[in-house]
C-alpha cells in the first residue's frame, strides 16, 4: 500500500494571486497553476485576494470538497507586504496582531483599492492551513529575467 500517494490526495495547494479587473494576472496564476499540476500529484486550486474569481474562501472550499485535509497557500507574489503579512492571512482565519515579521505595524495602511469582497466570505475548513512565504529573491527569478534581458537584445 502507497501510502504516500493516499497523503497527497489529502493535500491541496493553493496559489494566491492578488486579484484585478484586468485579466492579465488571473491568467498568469492560472497557468502557473497549470505548469505546477503537471509536475505534482497534489489538488492545486487559484484564489484571489479581490476582484478576480475565484476568492481565496471558494478555493479553499474547492479544495475541501474534493478531500483535501491539509491545505498550503502560497502567495505568487514576489516579497512581503501588507498583503502577505495581513491581508491574507487575515482571510485565511489565520492570527495576525497587525504587525509583519519585522514587527512594524501596518495598522491604517491605505494602498488605493478597496478589500471589501474579502471579508465579506469566511473559510469553511476544519484541516490544517499551512501559509507559506511569498517567492522571494531566487536565482530561478534572475534566469528569467536574464533571459528576458537577452531576448530584447
Do not use: C, W
Amino acid at each position: 500500500m502507497d501510502t504516500n500517494s493516499n497523503s497527497k490526495n489529502k493535500i491541496g495547494v493553493l496559489l494566491v494571486g492578488h486579484g484585478s479587473r484586468l485579466p492579465y494576472g488571473k491568467d498568469v496564476v492560472s497557468q502557473i497553476a497549470n505548469i505546477y499540476r503537471t509536475n505534482e500529484d497534489y489538488q492545486v486550486e487559484v484564489g484571489f485576494m479581490n476582484m478576480s474569481k475565484p476568492s481565496i474562501p471558494e478555493a479553499i472550499r474547492k479544495l475541501a470538497n474534493e478531500g483535501a485535509e491539509k491545505i498550503i497557500v502560497t502567495p505568487v507574489f514576489l516579497a512581503h507586504g501588507v498583503h502577505t503579512t495581513q491581508d491574507i492571512p487575515r482571510i485565511l482565519g489565520l492570527k495576525n496582531n497587525g504587525h509583519d515579521d519585522d514587527g512594524h505595524s501596518h495598522e491604517g495602511h491605505h494602498h488605493g483599492h478597496s478589500h471589501e469582497d474579502e471579508a465579506a466570505e469566511k473559510i469553511e475548513f476544519d484541516g490544517e492551513i499551512i501559509y507559506t512565504e511569498p517567492l522571494g529573491a531566487d536565482s530561478r527569478i534572475a534566469d528569467i529575467i536574464k533571459d528576458r534581458v537577452n531576448d530584447a537584445l
